[in-house]
Nanobody
Framework: QVRLVESGGGSVQAGGSLRLMCATSGNPYNFYYMAWFRQAPGKEREGVAVIRADGTTWYADSVKGRFTISKENVANTLYLQMNSLEPEDTAMYYC???????????????????WGQGTQVTVSS
């Protein structure tokens, strides 16, 4: 059984930093793609960053240069270091994973089978 549990969210002022963590359990085969998504009230869930098992990463344009995704491979723990946070980054952040070796659109929530419950990030101006 796959389980994803996010932590590390909180409230910060603009310009601040947070580090999100996603602890996992289950067969490592299911963590080939691991991603962070976010969803603000009234908006669709959007892809923030993804990391593939070989270490390849992709980022949404809105977070490039500010956020860094990383993964600790022994325990398959996922991280998202968020710097220079902006009020527009306020959202619920979700960890997601998928075992597929052929994800077509990493930023699409439909590509991912497994999801965590989310952790709230609030950035004030």
């Amino acid at each position: 059984q796959v389980r994803l549990v996010e932590s590390g969210g909180g409230s910060v002022q603009a310009g601040g930093s947070l580090r999100l963590m996603c602890a996992t359990s289950g067969n490592p085969y299911n963590f080939y793609y691991m991603a962070w998504f976010r969803q603000a009230p009234g908006k669709e869930r959007e892809g923030v960053a993804v990391i593939r098992a070989d270490g390849t990463t992709w980022y949404a344009d809105s977070v490039k240069g500010r956020f860094t995704i990383s993964k600790e491979n022994v325990a398959n723990t996922l991280y998202l270091q968020m710097n220079s946070l902006e009020p527009e980054d306020t959202a619920m952040y979700y960890c997601a994973s998928d075992p597929s070796r052929d994800v077509k659109n990493w930023a699409s929530a439909q590509e991912y089978v497994y999801w965590g419950q989310g952790t709230q990030v609030t950035v004030s101006s």
